[in-house]
């Protein structure tokens, strides 16, 4: 297929919130199995992708960031997830022998949050070469190829709302009809690496007896979102990282704290952190929030501030129905 003609996309990449998330055994490999209501929110990354003739039987990137946020560790080479994504599309299908791939990351989601962002963007790479080269893959074969980049990519690709077992890669739509309003807050001096917690949580199970553990009512939670009770519904989100991210980081108990203190009707660590989101009522209550926070930071009474020298970068959204979103592609 000679390409003589730029392809184009322009694909929408969303954070993820786990609602609840509990580590639930071992897997081969040194994975953990889970369990985790995972949800897909309206705080997204924007990837403008261009694809011209190269010269190279290997996949050619040249990939670049925007920084709408803080910036942070994100690699501009292979050791992206993009790349990676890109690279395994290309062992699946061959379609980018010989050609030069560029794609542009307009960022906002924060790195090193637990919200996903990485995961988010290898999905919306894969997505939006497989339409622009007709759909190739099917369904699956793009599922079995995210799998194998992250657990949280699968559930990215189509993201609403699903339970997901496993790695996470095996997943249950659930029907939620109610959109719920989040603020988001993240130190912004502050990231965490996923494997460190998990390593973590392994040494923390084997000092601790059963009595630490959170409480954590999947099926409650999910009866409670179906059934259109959201303020019940948050009475059963929890996370079983949160006792350890907050041994580790203490400040980040007093960041939930403050959510609360300020009338959220939840606040908790999503992921293996460090970001804390908490479900309010409704947008104009994230607004006040978020407006709070800032006005704290700004006359230095935030303990955090005063503590670890913590800035914090506070994210108003919404639940988001769908996971990536191509919005605009064709031939240039």
């Given at each position: 297929?000679?390409l003589?003609t730029?392809?184009?996309a322009?694909v ?12 639930t055994g071992?897997?081969p490999g ?10 897909s929110?309206t705080?997204?990354?924007v990837?403008d992708l261009?694809?011209t003739q190269?010269?190279?039987?290997e996949?050619?990137?040249e ?5 709408l946020?803080e910036?942070?560790?994100f690699?501009?080479?292979q ?5 990676k ?13 010989n050609?030069?791939l560029?794609i542009a990351?307009?960022k ?6 637990g ?6 963007n290898?999905?919306?790479a ?10 190739p893959l099917?369904?699956m074969e ?5 799998t194998?980049l992250g657990?949280d ?5 189509k993201?609403g709302?699903?339970l ?16 719920l309003?989040?603020?988001?807050v993240?130190p912004r001096q502050?990231?965490?690496s ?19 553990r959170p409480s ?6 999910i ?5 259109g009770?959201?303020?019940a ?5 929890a ?6 991210v907050?041994?580790m ?7 939930k ?7 959220c009707?939840?606040a908790?660590l999503?992921?293996?952190g460090?970001s ?7 947008l ?5 929030v978020?407006?709070k926070f ?10 955090w501030?005063?503590?670890e020298?913590?800035?914090i ?6 639940s988001?129905g769908?996971g990536?979103?191509?919005?605009k592609?064709?031939?240039?």
């Amino acid at each position: 297929m000679q390409l003589e003609t730029e392809l184009k996309a322009v694909v929408k990449s969303p954070a993820k919130v786990n609602l609840t998330f509990d580590v639930t055994g071992d897997l081969p490999g040194g994975y953990h199995s889970i369990v985790s209501i995972f949800h897909s929110i309206t705080l997204e990354d924007v990837l403008d992708l261009q694809i011209t003739q190269g010269v190279s039987e290997e996949v050619e990137m040249e990939l670049s960031a925007e920084f709408l946020g803080e910036p942070g560790a994100f690699p501009l080479d292979q050791n992206n997830l993009i790349a990676k994504a890109a690279d395994s599309f290309n062992i699946a299908t061959g379609l980018l022998k010989n050609r030069f791939l560029r794609i542009a990351v307009k960022k906002q989601i924060p790195i090193g949050a637990g919200l996903a962002g990485g995961s988010s963007n290898a999905a919306a790479a894969l997505v939006a070469l497989n339409e622009l080269f007709k759909k190739p893959l099917k369904e699956m074969e793009l599922l079995e190829i995210a799998t194998n980049l992250g657990a949280d990519v699968p559930f990215l690709i189509k993201g609403g709302t699903q339970l997901g077992k496993g790695k996470g890669e095996i997943l249950t739509p659930l029907v939620i009809d109610e959109r719920l309003a989040f603020v988001v807050v993240k130190p912004r001096q502050l990231a965490v690496s996923t494997p460190s917690v998990f390593a973590a949580y392994d040494k923390w199970v084997a000092g601790k007896t059963p009595e630490w553990r959170p409480s954590i009512d999947h099926q409650k939670a999910i009866d409670a979102l179906a059934s259109g009770n959201l303020e019940a519904a948050t009475k059963s989100f929890a996370n079983v990282f949160e006792p350890i991210v907050f041994d580790m980081y203490p400040s980040l108990s007093l960041v939930k704290q403050r959510l609360l203190e300020l009338g959220c009707w939840s606040a908790q660590l999503s992921g293996s952190g460090p970001s804390v989101f908490a479900v309010v009522a409704n947008l104009e209550m994230a607004h006040m929030v978020r407006r709070k926070f800032k006005e704290e930071e700004t006359r230095g009474d935030s303990v955090w501030l005063k503590r670890e020298g913590w800035e914090i970068d506070c994210f108003i959204a919404e639940s988001s129905g769908s996971g990536v979103q191509i919005l605009k592609e064709g031939l240039n």
